[in-house]
């Protein structure tokens, strides 16, 4: 599908390069056992070969997973998108099911001969952190260049007055694909990614702080696999946070 916003994803692509974007609210009570606190999150593929990803799930595997991490694959952190204080953007509760959390999602769509804009924004860190979280993402015509910009701002009404340990941290998750290795640059700002199919792309960035760390992935076969993720992580300021960022392709 072109689009496939009728369910909340967004589908952009141009030249070999394609990404998703969960752009919708969460699923609805009948379904919310298997849903995902997963608003805003992206894939991003080269080819045939995944980069970005999420880190899976255990619905419609054909070996079975264990409960626990099944649950853990469930939680924004498993997820390339933005978490605040480590918080689910929607609750989990103990019996499966979703709870408070993202209420609203508003999204918008633009398309020209250079490339294709998709921004959201989710309510989801508004009741205990008086925050919004805002996304937008641009992939060029030929595929060649995703920008990203991710920005907290404060809700009408439900501003909070942080001081030191009170004023909440984000990460900006981004989980590699099994096999994509991952290394920084010399200069510290950004990150040189590399397909097992020897596609590279680099990852460049302003505002937070760049670490990598240690992730995992579940297919369709309900294997466990091990994969890195690069972070890019802030303390939010109370009268807003902006982190850009872009990951072009080499060559």
């Not at 995703?146 to 501003?159: A, I, M, V, W």
Request: hydrophobic residues 35%.
């Amino acid at each position: 599908l072109r689009a496939g916003t009728e369910w909340g994803f967004h589908r952009l692509a141009g030249g070999r390069t394609a990404f998703v974007a969960d752009m919708g609210p969460p699923p609805p009570s009948r379904l919310a056992s298997i849903g995902h606190a997963s608003t805003l999150a992206f894939e991003l593929s080269d080819g045939p070969e995944r980069l970005i990803v999420n880190c899976g799930g255990g619905q419609g595997a054909t070996r079975r997973i264990p409960a626990e991490l099944a649950d853990l694959l469930r939680t924004t952190a498993a997820h390339s998108t933005l978490v605040v204080g480590d918080v689910n953007s929607t609750q989990l509760r103990a019996d499966g099911t979703l709870g408070r959390g993202v209420e609203e999602v508003v999204a918008n769509r633009q398309e020209n001969e250079n490339g294709s804009w998709v921004d959201g924004t989710h309510d989801g860190y508004a009741r205990r952190f008086g925050l919004s979280h805002c996304r937008r993402l641009f992939l060029s015509s030929d595929g060649m260049d995703l920008r990203g910009e991710d920005t907290l701002l404060p809700t009408s009404g439900k501003r909070r007055r942080w001081t030191g340990a009170t004023t909440p941290r984000f990460d900006i998750r981004f989980h590699l694909a099994p096999g994509v290795e991952v290394a920084q640059t010399a200069d510290g700002k950004g990150a040189l990614l590399k397909t097992p199919g020897g596609r590279a792309w680099q990852l460049r960035f302003r505002g937070g702080e760049l670490s990598f760390d240690d992730s995992v992935f579940v297919g369709n076969d309900g294997v466990l696999r091990r994969a890195r993720q690069i972070v890019l992580s802030g303390q939010a300021d109370p009268g807003g946070t902006t982190v850009a960022w872009s990951l072009r392709k080499a060559g």
